[in-house]
């Protein structure tokens, strides 16, 4: 393992009725609040209510709201957030959504302690050295922003999409009330679930030399959310599947998977790459391109491939190579999320080949991407290729 230091203050209040807990939470940390949200479902399923509702119990609480945050959300929304603190003074943000709510939410609170264009700080340009304070409540297990410090964002203006972390922008707080997931449908359920195990496979897939309880957690992850989510697909209003795919969405990307060690994150790259020129469910990319991804290092590099599929898979791996193990696990793991529903092609979101170039040009931040096998800009366009 590499040396390492690993810090998570964020708080968790996990379970039914948990909600009402952040009008004992903000004045901790301000009272004049953004009410940070989405396109309207908190609205229909009441959440809402029970969110103003508890604000409202907050002596001399003065509350902003902000709606509309895209689902890949957008500078332009960023900055408008922004103005919303300057212009009324407030002092706290609470970010009521998924992902890119709450990545909103921490764009937003660095941007305003910062001079120049906020995007310095998304595009690691420039160093946030402070934040307004956030609090979330988690609407939908997928992204893990709830107990970690990253966030991403997209230039719909540039078709670019990149992604910070600050150790400013960790949630002081996030409410985990696995009832409200409740109302979420299946395809972002099932999107949800792709990304969780997504997060995991970019902290598993790593060239240290030795990391084994970080990758038996991973396992972990991944055989628990296996094991719910088909149950969680047919009966979308199951409280306990819920609760078992939100603890592992939170956990999948907390920092405890990559305590020393050198995550990837190239097929993330690739995503946010198409994302930003294709505005896909960032879900249903992952699932369409992890699984090419993994066929292009598995020719290189199979033996971590061949071990996912021993221990997660229960693939029998005697008298049997690393490439064959490989390739039976890439497809137990196609098979695994089209039984739920994902999509498998670009072509599925009408993505042909005619990008290919620009999406490859946005996903090389840097001269090669990922870590356990270094990508070319040639790389990642035959993996598109593939993916289409």
Known sequence: MNTFQFINPA???????????IKDEIPEYGRRILLLY???????????????????EIPGAHVVE???????????????GIELIKQNDLDFILAVG??????????????????????????????????????????????GSEMNGGSVITNWAENDKRFFVSNHTFPKFSVLDPEITASVPKDQTVYGIVDIMSHVFEQYFHDSSKAPLQERFGESILQTTMEAAPKLIDDLHHFEYREVIMLNGTFALNGILSMGIEADWATHMIEHAVSAVHDIPHGGGLAILFPNWMEFVAAKK???????????????????????????????????????????????????????????????????????????????????????
């Open 11 to 21: 708080k968790i209040l996990f379970g039914r009725g948990q909600v009402a807990k």
């Open 38 to 56: 989405g396109g309207g479902s908190i609205k229909k399923n009441g959440l809402y209510d029970q969110v103003t509702r508890a604000l409202s």
């Open 66 to 80: 902000l709606s509309g945050v895209e689902p890949n959300p957008r500078l332009t929304t960023v900055n408008k």
């Open 98 to 143: 998924g992902g890119s709510v709450i990545d909103c939410a921490k764009a937003i609170a660095v941007g305003v302690h910062y001079e120049g264009d906020v995007w310095d700080i998304v595009t690691n340009k420039a160093i946030p050295t402070k934040a307004v304070p956030i609090g979330t409540v988690l609407t939908i297990s997928a992204t």
């Open 302 to 388: 199979p033996v971590k491939v061949a071990q996912l599929g021993i221990r997660v898979f229960g693939i029998e791996a005697e008298n049997r190579k690393d490439s064959d193990l490989a390739a039976e696990t890439i497809r137990k793991l196609r098979e695994f999320w089209s039984s739920l529903g994902a999509p498998s092609k670009l072509s599925d979101y009408g993505i042909n080949d005619s990008e290919i170039d620009l999406m490859a040009e946005r996903a090389m931040v840097a001269e090669t991407i990922g870590n356990y096998v270094p990508l070319t800009k040639k790389d990642v366009e035959s993996i598109l290729r593939n993916s289409i």
